[in-house]
Structures are given as C-alpha cells and as structure tokens.
C-alpha cells in the first residue's frame, strides 16, 4: 500500500474494512474520508469519527503505520 495521500473515498473504506473497523464507513463517506485527509485526521476528530475508545486506538495505531509507510516511501523517493 503505498500513496495513500492519492486514495480515494471508496480505498479508505477499503482499508476500513482490512483493519476491521467497517462501522465507521457511513461516516468516512458522509465526512469524505479520502486518503489526504485520512493522512490529516487529528485526534480530535477521531474521537469524532468513532465513539468507542477501543476503536480510537485500533484506528490511530494502523493510521500510524499508515503515515510510517508513507514517510519512508516518500523517503526512499528521494534518497
């Protein structure tokens, strides 16, 4: 998975839907959810997006890796 900031609606649902959280798809696609601002979201607006804490963390930890894998590719762009 790379170029997450090019995904579009539909893949962050997708991703959604392989880290088990596919509850918050209405709410990704009613907010426009698309791979930019799913790079953007701040906690805040998670707590937002999800109710329960327990999804808050799952979600943060996998947009973690998410952001890791996009530093280090844009990294290895340009070393």
């Given at each position: ?37 799913l ?41």
């Amino acid at each position: 998975i790379t170029m997450v900031d090019k995904w579009s609606v539909d893949d962050t649902c997708h991703w959604l839907q392989n880290i088990n959280l596919i509850d918050a798809k209405e709410a990704f696609r009613e907010q426009q959810i698309d791979g930019e601002t799913l790079l953007g979201l701040t906690e805040r607006m998670v707590e937002k997006l999800f109710p329960v804490m327990k999804h808050q963390v799952t979600f943060m930890k996998e947009l973690n890796k998410l952001r890791d894998m996009e530093t280090t590719a844009s990294d290895n762009l340009y070393s």
